[in-house]
């Protein structure tokens, strides 16, 4: 491997393998991508069914929780993050999403200039091919496969037939103009396989000779003189390595990683990084804080049909699905059972919707079963409740000098009343919901946490006792103006240096009211083009 490269980026994750790959059409320049993980060849990685198993092994997950969150009964709460190539668009659960267009015009009111909703909608636009086709909301030939949820159960049908019976809208497509409403995601997968940032980006980049591509090698130290990143460590195999950098590097670890390794290098709160025997290098107060994840509460109904899952978990029957998925990409095992998103308000006068409910056909403890071997699972929909713009804000910090070790993390989840209290009006709502017709042909009663779980204070009970979260962090590298909490400008760039970058989901500002992949994709493009334009005017001088 060559001793220098123009550009190093940082995390093979869903930004990281988008800028490596893009920058790498630059053909005179040579890149380097370091990622921590494996590579994902994995058949759990590729089949979406397979997507509960994923979580539930922890295989490509850097087993990362949170320290006991005071709010939340003091339980350490997972935070689940990829660690393999693709990163966590490698895990996650495939389900297509930008948020709402306000979202970004909120970007732009705390200084991110540049950033509203026109400003970013190109850069979505030029990352997917989506089955609907080019449009003035999507893009039909970029290089990711986004296509559509194919609905496996009658329960979606009811769903829709309920909210007009109430009045809200129907969305047939929440990125292509209403973000509102009862809908289905598209998801991202291409000919019934997981489509990451790794198989959309990267794999077609991979034969050129300018890219390079390591895995397994964990970054511990960015080495900067006078104002620039020069070399970037990591360790593989055991041993240290180093690698000299020529123009820039992107950091793309994702939210815990990248304010992580910035404190690790002596960039961050000075008095953080001198308590754990750091030498400062840049006091950015900012670096670890405005840590925002979605709170997520889930509650279940026993139904009074059968709405199929069960039905597909006969292990002949699954086995059967399995191998019709190997053969032609289709079928059971090649999506995941999900009834319906709802995006919806908790006061009418918002002007986005505040909470969304994701509606699952099925239990999520549902089982593989055979006749008289082991029984299934009961009958079951499942609501997972999320509050979409959480007034909580946690930070990451230091918990040594140790660059193997992990980071303390601290949502302070709930820490706000009013994000309790609209997960209680999410809660009610629901229950409202299915006793609405048609929906309420389905559901014979509420299993969990149970009809005797009314009154506020026991709804804030059960909340703070289950509360986790839709493992969507963001903002811990905040973009912005030159304050005391920005980490990197409008530009992506670090303040105090030259040539360095972050580019992942930690530089949003606040966080969308949607699914976090899409926007981690559009921020890694955005990254990729304001280096290419650099270079480019740079050449033409
Ligand atoms: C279980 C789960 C389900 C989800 N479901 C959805 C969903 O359905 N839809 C959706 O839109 N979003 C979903 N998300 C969120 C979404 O996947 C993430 O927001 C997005 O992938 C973040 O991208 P990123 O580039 O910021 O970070 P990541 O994709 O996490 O990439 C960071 C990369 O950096 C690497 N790295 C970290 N530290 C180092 C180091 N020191 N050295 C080298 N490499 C390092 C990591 O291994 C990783 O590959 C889900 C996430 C999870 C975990």
Redo the contacts with the bound molecule.
Sequence with gaps: MPEEFDFVV???????C?VAARLSEMSDCTVLL????PGDKSFFIRMPLA?RM??KSNLY??GLSTEAELYADNRSIPA??????????????????RGHPRDYDRWVQLGATGWSHDEVLPFFKKSEANWRGESPWHGGDGPMSVTKLDDQTPLTQALWDTARELGYPVSEDFEGGLHDGFGL?DL?TRNGRRES?SSAFLAPARSRKNLTVITS????RLETHAGRVTQVH?VKNGRPQSVNVAQEVVL???????P??LMLSGIGPVEHLQEHGITPVIDLPGVGQNLQEHPLVGTTFRTKKELGVNRHLRADRLTGSVLSWMLTGKGFAASFPLSAIIYHRSSPDLERPDLESVVMPTSIDARVWFPGILSPKEEMLTVLNVVLHPDSRGEVTLKSSD?LASPAIRFNILQAQTDVDRMKFNIRWYRELVKTSPLSDFVEDEAFPGSGIQSDQDLEKFIRSTVTT?????GTCRMGPADAQSVVDTKLKVYGLENLLV????VMPELIG????????M??ERAAQFIQDKYVSRSRA
Excluded: F
Aim: charged fraction near 10%; charge should be neutral.
């Design positions: 940082i995390g093979g994750g869903s930004a990281g988008t370091i990622e921590a993980g997507y994923l979580r997950d850097w689940a993050r990829g660690k393999v190539l693709g990163g966590s668009s490698s895990v996650n659960g495939m389900m297509y999403s995601p991202t940032a090698a964990h970054v511990t990591y793309c670890g994702g939210s815990y990683a990248s992580h390794l660059p839709a493992q969507h962090p963001v580019a992942d989901a930690s949607g699914h976090t992949n899409a926007p981690s994709i921020i890694g």
